[in-house]
Nanobody, 125 residues
Framework: VQLQASGGGSVQPGGSLTLSCAAS????????MGWFRQAPGKEREFVAA????????SYQDSVKGRFAISKDIDKDMASLQMNNLKFEDTGVYYC???????????????????WGQGTLVTVSS
């Protein structure tokens, strides 16, 4: 199974972008999916995650109210709608997927079995 992320780009502060992630291959069981990001010179951090049925979701505090994660259950696809983007949102965004129980481990990178190739989001004026 592979993850393919798309939708990154450059935007001015206050702008919006939508990231998409699709799982391909033998997706015989549904995935919990999410996004991590890594800014230049910083450690990778959790951004958002959603359960495989799309019912339960979580966000990093700094993106709450601005980002929204959603999931297409039938297609094992996840999207991250990012609004009111800020300079500090700049980074490489990684799509992730995991099959374990969707508990507190959802915030840990190690929970996710699959990682996409990353898509760059640049917020600049």
């Amino acid at each position: 199974v592979q993850l393919q992320a798309s939708g990154g780009g450059s935007v001015q502060p206050g702008g919006s972008l939508t990231l998409s992630c699709a799982a391909s291959g033998n997706t015989y069981s549904a995935f919990n999916m999410g996004w991590f990001r890594q800014a230049p010179g910083k450690e990778r951090e959790f951004v958002a995650a959603i359960s495989y049925r799309g019912i339960d979701s979580s966000y990093q505090d700094s993106v709450k109210g601005r980002f929204a994660i959603s999931k297409d259950i039938d297609k094992d696809m996840a999207s991250l709608q990012m609004n009111n983007l800020k300079f500090e949102d700049t980074g490489v965004y990684y799509c992730v997927a995991g099959r374990g129980p969707f508990g507190t481990d959802r915030y840990r990178a190690g929970y996710y079995d699959l990682w996409g190739q990353g898509t760059l989001v640049t917020v600049s004026s």
